[in-house]
């Protein structure tokens, strides 16, 4: 079982930044990818970033490469995500998730457990 709690979103103005932590229980979480997703009212879940267990390897969604960037601490049991150069469009609530079996990294069905949520505004 692994539990996430995600922390960091809030209310920034355009070009400004943020940096999203996903904080995990459980010694496994480390041999998990992660992925970031977001979702806005009234549209669906979509991908955002992902990184797999060890952090060597990143995937990015087209709308968010080279201004976000994921990374993880699996002595710290977290994950993040650093926002820089936000946009409006960027406004959701934003979700960590676990990835432990099979499927692509980019489909939300894909993962396992899923945080709260925490929430982005970016403000023009």
């Known amino acids: 079982q692994v539990q996430l709690v995600e922390s960091g979103g809030g209310l920034v103005q355009a070009g400004g930044s943020l940096r999203l932590s996903c904080a995990a229980s459980g010694r496994t979480f480390r041999t998990y990818a992660t992925g970031w997703f977001r979702q806005a009212p009234g549209k669906e879940r979509e991908f955002v970033a992902a990184i797999n267990w060890s952090g060597g390897t990143a995937y990015y969604a087209d709308s968010v490469k080279g201004r976000f960037t994921i990374s993880r601490d699996n002595a710290k049991n977290t994950v993040y995500l650093q926002l820089n150069s936000l946009k409006p469009e960027d406004t959701a609530v934003y979700y960590c998730?676990?990835?432990?079996?099979?499927?692509?990294?980019?489909?939300?069905?894909?993962?396992?457990?899923w945080g709260q949520g925490t929430q982005v505004t970016v403000s023009s």
């Open positions: 998730g676990a990835h432990v079996y099979s499927g692509s990294y980019y489909y939300p069905g894909s993962y396992d457990y």
